[in-house]
């Protein structure tokens, strides 16, 4: 148990289908992450927020839509996905977000599986 | 941006030391090296970052050359458990760029 919970744990949606996941933290933590891992690419980073302001998005499609309502929440709202967009998608939380010459631990949930038809 | 390079997998048997290095040819001044764990079905798991010269915890240590082009994770006496992917991650002004991971199979 990392303190970081995600729901559901499998979701599989049809291409022209409308679903959300989401994640929550009881940390404390100010900063929340998206992260997608497929089976044959290392684990990317979709976006990144920092006391409920988005500071990254790194070129993810739009049809991935994230919404962070407060420090503690995190979703990732799906729409007309794609097969390739089949994966583990993960979430994360940290105390803070990485500057210069400073880093935070990472504490990341179990992931939710997802298959797109 | 800092590319990473890991091997892909590692055989060991149960008491040896492993360790694992990363290549990260690019790392910028300010970048953090950070190495992750991960088994199946499970969110990865932090296990120890450093900056430079070497780091150690209780379970592991970490090794960084001066230049700072690579890093390695070092695991003492690894058991059965301790199968699992292992990741290092360059870090540094909000930009994370994680390696393809290293398959880690210990073996009774």
């Known amino acids: 148990e990392t303190g970081v919970t995600q729901t559901p744990r499998h979701l599989v949606m049809g291409m022209t289908n409308k679903k959300s996941l989401k994640c929550e933290q009881h940390?404390?933590?100010?900063?929340m992450y998206w992260y997608k891992q497929s089976a044959k690419k290392p684990l990317e980073l979709m976006f990144v927020?920092?006391?409920?302001?988005?500071?990254e998005n790194n070129s993810v499609p739009s049809r991935f839509s994230p919404e962070c309502p407060n420090s503690s929440h995190l979703f990732l709202h799906l729409h007309t996905l794609q097969p390739e967009d089949s994966a583990l998608y993960l979430c994360?939380?940290?105390?803070?977000?990485?500057?210069?010459?400073?880093?935070?631990?990472?504490?990341f949930g179990p992931g939710t599986r997802l298959t797109v038809t | 941006l800092a590319k990473t390079t890991q091997p892909i997998s590692m055989d060991s048997y149960e008491g040896q030391e492993v360790n694992i290095t990363c290549s990260h040819n690019n790392i910028a001044t300010n970048d953090y090296i950070t190495w992750y764990q991960q088994f199946p079905s499970q969110g990865p798991r932090f296990i120890i970052q450093?900056?430079?010269t070497k780091v150690t915890n209780e379970v592991a240590s970490l090794f960084i050359p001066a230049d700072r082009k690579s890093s390695t994770l070092s695991l003492p006496r690894v058991s059965l458990s301790d199968t699992a992917v292992y990741y290092c991650?360059?870090?540094?002004?909000?930009?994370?760029?994680f390696g393809a991971g290293t398959i880690l199979r210990v073996k009774s």
């Open positions: 450093g900056y430079k």
């Open positions: 994360a939380s940290s105390l803070g977000t990485s500057g210069a010459f400073s880093s935070y631990e990472q504490y």
């Open positions: 991650l360059v870090e540094g002004g909000n930009k994370l760029v």
């Open positions: 940390l404390g933590h100010n900063a």
């Open positions: 927020y920092n006391f409920k302001e988005q500071t």
